[in-house]
Structures are given as C-alpha cells and as structure tokens.
C-alpha cells in the first residue's frame, strides 16, 4: 500500500497498487488477496522535524504498526518485515550488533523506531517477525537520508556540526542494495534482527571531507 498517486509509481504485472493513508484512514481490505507477508517500510514526510512531526510519527510507525501485525495475525498473514533504524540505540562506542535491545534513542524519530520493534518481539510468537535495521542509505529519492542532506549541505555551502572531532560513524549502503536486501528478507523464512548496512565504516568528518572533494 503506498500514499503516492498510482501513475508515479513502478508498473509490474506482480503488483497491484492500493492507496493508503496511514494517518487517516483504516486499513485497505485485503479480502481475497493471497498474502505471504507484510513489509512496512512506511515513513512520514520530514520525520526528522519535532515536534511538528511527533503526530505523524506516531500513526505511522506505531499505531499503524499495530493495526497492521494485528491484521496480519487475524489473517492468518505468517511473516511479517518492518523497517527500523540504528537510531534504536542512539550512540555506540562499539559496534552495533544485531543481537542489542537496549534501546537508548537519542532522538523521538529513534524512540518511536524502537517502539515499533517491541511491537514486533511481542507478536513474535504468533508470527515469524524481522526488524530490518537500516544504516544510512543513500541514493535517488532519499532527500531524507542523512546522507543525502549532508551531500545537499555541502554543494550549498551550508555549515555542519559535529560532535567531537570526528562526529558520529556511518555505514553508507547505496538504496538499490538496501532494495535488493529487503526483497530477499521478504522472500526469506528467517525471523529476528538484521542490519543492512554498507562494507565500509566513515566517520562523519571523513564523509564531509570525501564529498568535498
């Protein structure tokens, strides 16, 4: 289900496109659909923005997550797939692993992320359950990816801040990889935790410095 107007969105034969708005409407009737599973990816405009966006964040990455696990457990919809962030765990000194649930957000954007991954681990009984935690994509379209706007500052000329002298560290994956990597999470049987993430590790001064030049 997705928000955007039919005629902007990829024509395939597999797919059939259903327009939902999450924050307003009830969920689209799945009746007579053969489902395998549930992928919700879904993200508000400008989530970063709070707290004019604390509102939508909320019906969208918790409340719709709810209504949409439930529905899957009434349906009988086996495996359900949802996109969180490393943001759950706010600043690691050490790597993260797949294996952390201590949630320690340092934004709302993370805090509701993490929220959404407790809904999973509770349905987790009832259905096979996959977080899917995303590391700093970037690409076409992902004018909200971190990133991104570091790439739109720098062009700009607009000033960055960051913490210490190097700021935080990023695994950058190019969105068509993440794409790939969701499509075989949807088509795999495996429940738990995943990181998607880039091969290499930047810190965010290193970043700036290489999309400078």
């Given at each position: 289900?997705?928000?955007?107007?039919?005629?902007?969105?990829?024509?395939?034969?597999n797919?059939?496109w259903l327009?939902?708005?999450?924050?307003?409407e009830?969920?689209?009737?799945?009746e007579?659909?053969?489902l395998d599973?549930?992928?919700h990816?879904a993200?508000p405009p400008k989530?970063?923005?709070?707290?004019?966006q604390?509102q939508?964040m909320y019906?969208?990455?918790?409340?719709?997550?709810?209504r949409?696990?439930?529905m899957?457990a009434?349906?009988g919809?086996r495996?359900f797939l949802?996109?969180?962030?490393g943001?759950?765990?706010g600043?690691?000194?050490?790597?993260?692993?797949e294996?952390d649930?201590?949630y320690?957000?340092?934004?709302?954007?993370g805090?509701?992320?993490?929220?959404?991954?407790?809904l999973?681990?509770?349905?987790s009984p009832?259905?096979?359950?996959?977080?899917l935690?995303f590391f700093?994509?970037?690409?076409?379209?992902?004018?909200?990816?971190?990133v991104?706007r570091?790439?739109?500052?720098?062009?700009?000329?607009?000033t960055?801040?960051?913490?210490?002298?190097?700021?935080?560290?990023l695994?950058?994956?190019?969105?068509?990889?993440l794409?790939?990597?969701?499509?075989?999470?949807?088509?795999?049987?495996?429940?738990?935790?995943?990181?998607?993430?880039?091969?290499?590790?930047?810190s965010?001064r290193?970043?700036?410095?290489?999309i400078?030049?």
């Open positions: 289900a997705c928000s955007q107007r039919p005629e902007k969105l990829p024509a395939d034969a797919l059939r327009s939902w708005d999450a924050q307003r009830s969920l689209p009737a799945v007579g659909m053969d599973a549930v992928v990816l993200v989530p970063f923005r709070f707290p004019q604390a939508a019906d969208v990455e918790v409340a719709a997550t709810f949409l696990l439930q899957a009434d349906k919809i495996h949802a996109a969180s962030t943001d759950v765990l600043s690691c000194e050490d790597t993260a692993r294996e649930v201590s320690k957000p340092d934004s709302f954007y805090a509701m992320k993490a929220c959404c991954e407790l999973l681990r509770a349905y009832n259905l096979r359950t996959a977080v935690r700093h994509p970037y690409g076409p379209g992902g004018s909200q990816f971190l991104n570091m790439m739109d500052a720098v062009v700009n000329g607009k960055v801040k960051i913490e210490g002298d190097e700021g935080i560290l695994n950058p994956v190019w969105v068509e990889d794409a790939e990597g969701v499509c075989l999470a949807a088509e795999s049987t495996e429940s738990g935790t995943f990181h998607f993430s880039g091969p290499e590790t930047f965010l290193a970043l700036l410095e290489i400078g030049t």
